[in-house]
């Protein structure tokens, strides 16, 4: 028996009990004729005392030699601690050892294991099992278990059945590029690595399946933007015989399910939004609704005076900054040039000040009088003391731009609180999207989701206008779920692959399963799949989805700890008929 109790189960109710306990030594501090040890294992820490006066000599040198992370057993009796530490649940007792037994040394960590360490994040990823024995990564790791194991609850409790679909697939169109993998047996072919498992999940619905879920690997080869992982997992869902109320429904119920059973935050009916709305009112279809600053169009009292900015402009828009008024001249000129950074890319931000005693001080006094920003104020909703900021341009440049400063201020301001719980529903989306590059029409979310069934026609003269049964669940200005009702019908899904520029043959190439599947009584469907890595970080109250993650990828995708990618050798490489042609 390697231990009778773990590290963290003792206190003064165990005293005078025998106890064996297994660990590793997290700190040692020897005074000569006494040394304590702190034993550590996942459930806490556990101090250990050896002494000249108890401990047999032999044993007291073997304590004296023992490293940091060594792992042990002991043996002894739980004794009242001298000088108890209430910060530790075991802190009142402490166990005087009897036997020692070093089960295997270590080498000195090269980071300390300790909450705040002295590692730099590569270095702890290089070395991702000793960072996991540090309690805010193993802390994570346990917290993710306790999401999924509530989600796997909560949708098996609705009837849900959770099915693997295969990873050795053909391209689903997420948007992505593909990892792909070589086939041995079929010479010159390739699996593509699901982007997600869209395509199975419906047909599982063909195959009456009703209501799937699975919590699965997805992988997509993308540049990794900040806090974005190759391989990522996500809670993918599916439901036959439903409409979009139904899933949103549905789905509403596990999130406030998560928020109570996670986080004890009840949470009331989720406010829904059309994304026509969300970009409205805060240029961007993931907006943070945990604090206000919502968007004010301005063009209708900006566009009759002598600015010829704003005249030119498409859309003149503002957001209101409480208390901003407290702002110095130089304060305000340093938050023009930050809009006007080449990330954010205004070309200049126009500002009015509204004074406590309800006068306006604005950069544009020339053209416009008090009255005329008062109705700035009115629109924007600035009170005495707020700083109204201005933008102008193109609507589609203009709303992300506003949309960068709204977020900026209010993390400036604390008003993103982790422990706020604001979620909402986006719906109403844009079936298709115009690429400037390919001078295409893509698929908004992809090309199984349905337009609205009112539309269709208008596919054929105004696709860009067309509204998709297309729905995304944001929370805290995260996306962490989207989905849609699909197209079940092959004539329609050929229309839709047509719109999207695939030639009836590269359709039937790559979806032909899908379209011959619908030919055999598919029933109506739809779904929608979380984002598990993000989720589990927001309840977490934390940003990074990579501390949430037991083996990361670093910012080139690379697992620095195992070293992969790899080059394979060359018998490898012919056993798979391929061969390199690596550019300099
Ligand atoms: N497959 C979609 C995605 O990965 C989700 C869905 O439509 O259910 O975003």
């Known amino acids: ?184 047996m079929n010479a010159g072919q390739f699996y593509a690595l699901p982007q997600s498992p869209q395509t199975f999940k419906q047909l599982l619905m063909v195959g009456g399946m009703d209501k799937y879920f699975q919590i699965v690997k997805c992988f997509r080869d993308e540049d990794l933007r900040a806090d974005r992982q190759p391989e990522f997992t996500q809670i993918d869902c599916e439901m036959a015989f439903i409409d979009q109320e139904d899933i949103l429904n549905t789905f509403e119920g596990l999130t406030r399910h998560l928020l109570k059973e996670i986080n004890g935050v009840s949470v009331a009916e989720f406010p829904r939004l059309t994304y026509d709305e969300a970009m409205r009112l805060y240029g961007n279809d993931k907006p943070d609704i945990r604090f206000g600053m919502t968007f004010g169009e301005l063009n209708a009292v900006t566009q009759h005076k002598d600015f010829n900015v704003f005249n030119a402009a498409e859309l003149v828009v503002g957001i209101a900054i409480p208390g901003g008024n407290s702002l110095t001249r130089k304060e305000i000129d340093k938050l023009i040039d930050w809009v006007k950074r080449p990330q954010i890319g205004a070309l200049g931000m126009v500002y009015c000040r509204c004074n406590d005693d309800g006068s306006f ?36 440049k203009v709303r992300p731009q506003l949309s960068a400063l709204r977020m900026e201020m209010a993390e400036r301001l604390g008003l993103r609180k982790p422990n706020e719980f604001a979620p909402l529903w986006v719906v109403d989306f844009p079936l298709l999207e115009w690429d400037e590059d390919t001078e295409r029409y893509h698929a908004m979310h992809h090309p199984f989701t349905a337009p609205k069934a009112d539309q269709i026609e208008l596919l054929k003269t105004n696709p860009g206008a067309v509204k998709a049964n297309a729905y995304d669940l944001v929370l805290n200005g995260n996306e962490i779920g989207g989905g849609s009702i699909r197209i079940h019908d092959k004539a329609t899904q050929s229309l839709m692959f047509d719109y999207l520029g695939f030639t009836p043959e590269e359709a039937k190439a790559q979806f032909g399963f899908l379209m011959d599947a619908f030919q055999y009584g598919a029933p109506p469907h739809g779904g929608l799949a979380f984002g598990l890595d993000r989720l589990v970080a927001i309840l977490g109250g934390q940003e990074t989805i990579r501390d949430f993650i037991a083996f990361p990828k670093n910012n080139n995708g690379r697992d620095v700890m195992i070293d992969a990618p790899a080059p394979i050798d060359n018998e490898q490489l012919s056993e798979l008929s391929l061969k390199l042609n690596l550019k300099a």
């Open 361 to 396: 001080k604005s950069s544009v006094d020339k053209f416009y009088d008090q009255d005329d920003l008062g109705q700035w104020a009115e629109v924007t909703g600035a009170k005495p003391g707020d700083l109204i900021c201005v933008l102008s341009g193109e609507t589609d």
């Open 1 to 184: 028996m390697y231990r009778s109790h773990n590290c963290g189960a003792l206190n003064a109710s165990h005293i005078n009990k025998e106890v064996t306990l297994s660990g590793w030594v997290q700190k040692i501090r020897d005074k000569g004729f006494i040394v304590w040890v702190d034993l550590r294992d996942r459930y806490g820490i556990t101090q250990l005392v050896f002494d000249e006066e108890r401990s047999p000599k032999s044993m007291m040198e073997q304590a004296q030699k023992l490293g940091r992370e060594f792992v042990i057993q002991v043996k002894g009796t739980v004794i009242e601690r001298a000088s108890k530490n209430p910060n530790l649940p075991t802190g009142d007792i402490e166990i005087l050892v009897s036997e020692l037994s070093i089960l295997n040394e270590a080498l000195l960590p090269p980071f300390t294991i300790e909450d705040k360490t002295d590692g730099g994040e590569e270095l702890r990823m290089k070395y991702r099992y000793l960072d996991i024995r540090r309690n805010p990564v193993k802390n994570n790791l346990i917290f993710r278990h306790k999401v999924t194991q509530a989600v796997r609850t909560y949708l098996s409790g609705e009837d849900f059945i959770e099915v693997e679909t295969p990873y050795l697939i053909k391209s689903t169109p997420e948007g992505a590029r593909d990892f792909v993998v070589p086939s041995r």
